[in-house]
């Protein structure tokens, strides 16, 4: 499932609750969080929760490493979700990592990562038998060393505390999503489900536009117009404008095909105005954004 069609996913992207956890997280414990789509096709960093494992950092700076985390995160993260729980365990590269599974009516929506943690406290042995691991690395032994004594560590036991605090928040945060679904779709006018819906069908139409989806829903465009910001707190242009950019950051962590077809593909009319609306909702240009999350 993309993260596009998994609005819990969204959800907790959104969540600012997400943000203030990592970088308390962050804080007391120096382990930076980041949420995953099922399959690692998206990993999004909370503000405030970057800067981890430096060793990491060298590891990610080459194609190789990337390679080696991305499969090494597919693996167990998928792991995690068949057994349905949380897991520690050590990465490729040695390091104790963990993945928390989040289920949302029994599917698996989205998975919260963390670790890069040593497996020891430092020391010279330690140190030379990691280099050691990894041997394959590019680096010099001046900028191994450098790293390696920034690099976290915590006991076992630390970290599991770490995995169960995000299993706790995690559940608390997805009842929440569950119970404002549910009060959505109770509450929610037939023309309103109806708009969105042929939104959903036709967000990439270029020519989707108000007439359109106000026929849709069998109101008159200046009513329809004032009764959808009254349901759902934001503009028609708004709401259309968001879900093109879903789909655009969809494609750009996920593919490479390039950013000119992503924004036609996603239903912007020029690229002047997907740059434009991209920097205005993400607060980064669309190259940025794909630098951030690059495609597997």
């Known amino acids: 499932m993309s993260s596009a069609a998994n609005p819990d996913f969204e959800y907790l992207a959104n969540s600012p609750v997400l943000g203030e956890v990592a970088a308390l997280v962050k804080r007391l414990t120096g382990l930076s969080l980041a949420l995953n789509a099922p399959g690692v096709t998206r990993i999004l960093t909370p503000a405030g929760a970057s800067e981890g494992n430096p060793l990491c950092a060298l590891i990610a700076a080459t194609p190789e490493g990337v390679a080696r985390c991305r499969a090494c995160d597919r693996r167990h993260h998928a792991r995690a979700a068949a057994l349905g729980r949380s897991l520690l365990y050590t990465c490729h590269a040695g390091f104790l990592d963990l993945a928390v599974p989040i289920f949302v009516d029994g599917r698996h929506v989205a998975t919260v990562s963390s670790g890069q943690v040593l497996p020891e406290p430092h020391s010279?042995?330690?140190a030379r038998h990691l280099r050691q691991s990894l041997a394959w690395l590019p680096v010099s032994a001046a900028d191994f060393q450098a790293a390696y004594r920034?690099?976290?560590?915590?006991?076992?036991?630390?970290v599991q505390d770490v995995m169960r605090l995000i299993e706790v928040f995690t559940s608390?945060?997805?009842?929440?999503?569950?119970?404002?679904?549910?009060?959505?779709a109770r509450l929610e006018r037939d023309e309103i489900r109806r708009a969105r819906e042929h939104i959903e069908r036709h967000y990439?139409?270029?020519?989707?536009?108000?007439?359109?989806?106000?026929?849709a829903a069998g109101l008159s465009p200046s009513y329809f117009s004032?009764?959808?910001?009254q349901e759902t707190g934001t503009t028609l242009s708004h709401f259309i404008q968001s879900r093109r950019l879903a789909?655009?950051?969809?494609?750009?962590?996920?593919t490479d095909r390039p950013i000119t077809d992503i924004c036609y593909?996603?239903?912007?009319?020029?690229?002047t105005h997907f740059n434009r609306t991209f920097r205005q909702f993400e607060r980064q240009s669309p190259r940025d954004y794909r630098r951030a999350n690059p495609a597997p």
């Open 172 to 184: 608390e945060l997805c009842a929440n999503a569950r119970r404002i679904r549910a009060l959505e």
């Open 124 to 126: 010279r042995t330690a």
């Open 226 to 229: 004032h009764l959808f910001r």
């Open 247 to 254: 789909e655009a950051k969809r494609l750009l962590s996920t």
């Open 204 to 215: 990439r139409d270029r020519r989707l536009d108000l007439p359109a989806v106000a026929e």
């Open 265 to 271: 593909a996603s239903g912007f009319s020029t690229l």
């Open 150 to 158: 920034q690099a976290p560590y915590l006991p076992r036991s630390h």
